[in-house]
């Protein structure tokens, strides 16, 4: 599986966007997916995940709330939802895939896109 995150940009504190990751390959409703993001001097961290067919979500406390991660398997998308943007979301976000990994950890998953800046200015 091949992923390809697009959508970051920058965006005023306060202000949304949306985050998009579209997957080759045509098994792409047999894979968890799932968002992470890394601010420069920080380890890279969970943020979303979704389940196979979408019916499951779960998120970072830190984006409860104002995050909504969502999938189209018919055009093999995944969606973040960012809305009420802080500064501390600034980070270069990641998408990536696993067919039965952990939802929450790095190490659960075995394909990444090559990640897309937010930036949000306060």
């Known amino acids: 599986v091949q992923l390809q995150a697009s959508g970051g940009g920058l965006v005023q504190a306060g202000g949304s966007l949306r985050l998009s990751c579209a997957a080759s390959?045509?098994?792409?409703?047999?894979?968890?997916m799932g968002w992470f993001r890394q601010a420069p001097g920080k380890e890279r961290e969970f943020v979303a995940a979704?389940?196979?067919?979408?019916?499951?979500?779960y998120y970072a406390d830190s984006v409860k709330g104002r995050f909504t991660i969502s999938r189209d398997n018919t055009k093999n998308t995944v969606y973040l939802q960012m809305n009420n943007l802080k500064s501390e979301d600034t980070a270069v976000y990641f998408c990536?895939?696993?067919?039965?990994?952990?939802?929450?950890?790095?190490?659960?998953?075995?394909?990444w896109g090559q990640g897309t800046q937010v930036t949000v200015s306060s």
């Open positions: 990536a895939a696993t067919r039965t990994g952990s939802y929450y950890y790095i190490q659960g998953y075995d394909y």
């Open positions: 390959g045509r098994t792409f409703s047999s894979y968890r």
């Open positions: 979704i389940s196979w067919g979408g019916g499951s979500t």
